[in-house]
Structures are given as C-alpha cells and as structure tokens.
C-alpha cells in the first residue's frame, strides 16, 4: 500500500472524499425531507417524530448522526476548498473567447452554490436546532408545549415550523437556499457515481437521469412544507 | 470569402501576449483551416513580418501535433475533428474567429498557438508502457484476446493526445488524456503486470504536473477529436483506489 499521505493528496482521493461524504449528506437529506413530510399528517405526528428522534437510543442516537453530518460537512468542504484551489491554480491564464458545449450553469457553480448553502444551513440551525434567531418562534420556549397521546409532554415542533414559515422572510431565504440545493445536487448525485467509479453500460445512463431528478426531487419535496403552509394546506 | 481573425501573438515563453487581429482575403472553402493560417503566413513572409507560429505535422488527424482554440472550442466548432481536418466551408464570409492556444498551467506558451505539451510525455513515462521479454518477438496470436477487449482497448487507444481535453476542461485537467492512456493497456492482458503501479504513478505524475482535477462537466469528452468517453476516467478512479488501498508499488 502506498503512503496514505501521497494518497490523500491526489486529486482523485480528494475527490473521493468529496463524493462519500456528499452521499451521506444526500443520504441525510433523504430523511430529513421524511420528516419533514409529517407535517402533512399533523402536529401529533410531527411531534411523536420529533421526540423519537431526541429519545432513540437513549437520546445517543442524535448524536451520533450529529457527529457524523459535522465530520462530513468538514470532509466535504475541506476536499472542496483543497480541489477548487487546486483548478484555479491549473488554468492561470483564462481564454479571451470561451465557450462551452456540456457543462451546465449548475456544475460550474457548485463552489459558489455549496458556500451559500453553509451560510444557509448556519442559519438554518440558529433557528430551528439551537434557537438563537427568530426566538420567538422556537420550540423549546416555555408555553409550546404539546402533550402527546401517551401524556409525554413535548416541544410543540409543528407549531414552530408552522408559525415560521408564516413569516415572508424565514419562506423567502428558505426558498432560495432549496433553488441552490436543488442546483447543487443536480450536478452532484451523478457525479458521485463517476467519481466512485461506479459505472457500466448499463447503469449509466439511468444514473444520469435519475441523479438530476433525485436531487431536484429533494428541493421540490423540502419546498413543498412552506408552500403549502403559505397557500394554507398546512394550518 | 473574407475573415477578420484575432490570434494570440506571444513572442516567447516570457513575453507578453496578446490578441492581433488580421484580415484574410479570398479564403477558399476547399481550406483546411491550417492552410488557411499557411496562405496568411506567407502573406505576412512577404511583408517581412513574423509569421504565425503553430504545431501541424501529418494533417490528416492522427498526430496529435495540431491544436488551437478556435471562438472557445479545441479544435473549432465541427464534433470529432482535429483543427488540420476542419475546413473552411465550416465558415462563411465575413466570420469572425478568435484563435488562441491550449490554456493551462502544465502546457505553457512557447510561441502564438505553440505550447509546451512535454508534460503529457513525462506521464507516460511514469507508466504508458507495458514490459516484453527480450529476445524474439512472440507470436501474435499467443495470447487470446476477445473482440470486446481488443475493442474496448482500441477506444482508449485512438487517443493521440493532442491535449484539446486539457484546454476544454474549466479546469485544465488531463484525467480524460491519463485515463486513455491507463485504460489501454489495462484492458490488455499485456498490460495486467503493471496495472496496478501504473494507475498510481501515472496519477501522481499527472498531479504533480499541475493539471486540476475532474468536475464531471464532460467538456473533454464533447472536445475530444477522438470521441473517447470519460468512462475511462472512472475505470481510471477505481483502477487508482484499487492501488491505493491494496496495490503493490
């Protein structure tokens, strides 16, 4: 086996990293638009939902999914910033006239929409996992409460993310940040599998249709909540 | 017809470039696009000016010596063609055409449209051969080796590594050009003694170069005179971690 550093500093490795952890993120993603779809169900169910995940495993679970998404989220965007540094580097001199037959908007983007996505999911956490902005609508305030069919008395979840998205602003930036997940992954689902190398005559070309429409699948189902909260589905 | 061409002028390796433009007159369709810059360049011998220099050897499109980019596109607009097999019936009267060199760290400019491609040789030496017992050559048919194989190797193969994937990728990366190269002679029983040192060295010396890596936008593939698919590139990342994790070097 060759040394692990020569290793971890090519370009293929490194983007290697970048595609295993941007799967689990998918992957990630899958489940938390499942549970984000309960609000379709109601506030018993969202909040039934809420309280397993904090509950599971004697409340360890959530941490260790906790850890893993960080460490991903690292991984993902140390490899991002090793590789992007690295292309620009390899093209000093750019073309006066340029044009381009196969990239699309969103692949040649993926650094700019990846980085206002951090931002977002920053912001994302500051309000509905550690409620830090928009106080007023945090769940784990007193007088939220919402007391389950078996008497547990739990964080009013459904009400937070109801309320939330009652206000243009949270809907808005919401949006916005869905258009870029649902641009970041219709490039990236694809491109794990070539990157991995998992590739055959066969599975390809279903791949390549089926990853664009698996990522903008996503952004659609995560849209779906506060629309349908704004046009009064959800109440 | 008549064109207005703009082309990269650069002295020397270290001197400052820039685009200048000429006129060209009563172009004949029949051109080839490199016959079209030789009637310019003996127009420009003839009023004691400095020729335009650029790379053309067999112009018939299986060297690999030719290369520019032409309005953005290695090789000009015509799909699976090198820029001696592209002719001038591809353009109309009073065109336009930008012309400008391979763009990218490891190929630096020499001179106008001439860059340094001896890169793309260093990574073959770290690993574009196979070994051959000395002595008598062996038979042809000693070794079996089905159509498929023989087929799917050719595809690698046809590469002449021109370099025209290198200057269509956004970021200069030379995997669709190692990945041809790996992915010949590792679909060939010949090749299978090296496979696994070959990817790894092959890999380390691309990178080493300065070639970026791989963002999957296929413009390589859509550039490539030869039309050889970036499916090699991802025989070429797994052939890679198999050598990584377990290979012997």
Not at chain 2, 78 to 97: F, N, P, S, W
């Amino acid at each position: 086996m060759r040394a692990f550093g020569d290793v971890w500093r090519s370009n293929i490795f490194q983007k290697w990293v970048m595609a295993t952890t941007g799967l689990l993120l998918v992957l990630f993603l899958v489940g938390h638009l499942s549970g984000n779809l309960l609000m379709f169900l109601g506030p018993m169910h969202m909040n039934e939902y809420g309280h397993s995940l904090r509950e599971m495993l004697h409340g360890s679970a959530i941490w260790v999914v906790r850890g893993g998404l960080l460490l991903s989220f690292i991984l993902h965007i140390w490899s991002a910033i090793v590789l992007t540094r690295r292309n620009r580097m390899a093209r000093p001199d750019k073309y006066v006239k340029t044009s381009t037959l196969t990239s699309t908007l969103a692949s040649r983007s993926m650094a700019l929409s990846g980085l206002l996505m951090l931002v977002y999911v920053l912001y994302h956490l500051a309000h509905f996992t550690f409620g830090g902005v928009h106080a007023q609508f945090y769940a784990g305030q007193t007088g939220w409460e919402y007391v389950l069919a078996d008497g547990t008395v739990v964080p009013d979840v459904y009400k937070m993310v109801l309320l939330s998205f009652r206000e243009p602003l949270i809907t808005v930036l919401y949006l916005i940040s869905m258009v870029l997940l649902g641009m970041h992954l219709s490039h990236a689902v694809a491109s794990v599998f070539q990157t991995l190398g998992v590739t055959n005559k066969r599975i390809t070309p279903v791949i390549k249709i089926a990853g664009p429409l698996l990522g903008i699948g996503l952004a659609l189902g995560f849209c779906s909540v506060p629309i349908s909260i704004i046009v009064g589905l959800v109440h | 017809m008549n064109l207005r061409l703009h082309i990269w002028r650069q002295a020397g390796p270290d001197a400052a470039g820039m685009l200048k433009t000429y006129d060209v007159a009563n172009v004949s369709e029949h051109m080839s696009f490199l016959e079209m810059l030789d009637v310019l360049n003996e127009d420009l011998i003839s009023k004691n000016e400095i020729p335009i220099a650029f790379d053309h050897d067999c112009r018939e499109g299986i060297c690999g010596t030719c290369g520019m980019v032409i309005n953005g596109r290695p090789h000009g607009p015509v799909a699976k063609t090198t820029v001696c097999q592209l002719h001038m019936r591809t353009y109309k009267d009073g065109d336009e055409i930008y012309i400008e060199p391979w763009r990218a760290r490891a190929f630096p400019v020499m001179r106008d449209l001439i860059v340094d491609r001896s890169s793309f040789d260093r990574i073959i030496q770290t690993g574009g051969f196979v070994s051959v017992n000395t002595g008598n050559a062996q038979d042809g048919n000693a070794i079996p080796i089905s159509k498929k194989h023989a087929d799917h190797a050719m595809d690698a193969a046809a590469c002449i590594g021109c370099g025209a994937c290198v200057a269509a990728c956004p970021n200069s990366s030379a995997m669709l050009f190692t990945a041809a190269k790996i992915g010949h002679l590792g679909a060939l029983p010949q090749g299978q003694a090296e496979r696994s040192t070959r990817a790894m060295h092959m890999v380390m010396q691309m990178d080493a170069e300065g070639f970026g890596a791989c963002s999957n936008h296929l413009e390589c593939e859509a550039a490539c005179p030869k039309g050889i698919s970036v499916e090699f590139i991802a025989q070429m990342n797994r052939d890679y971690i198999a050598s990584a994790l377990g290979g012997k070097d």
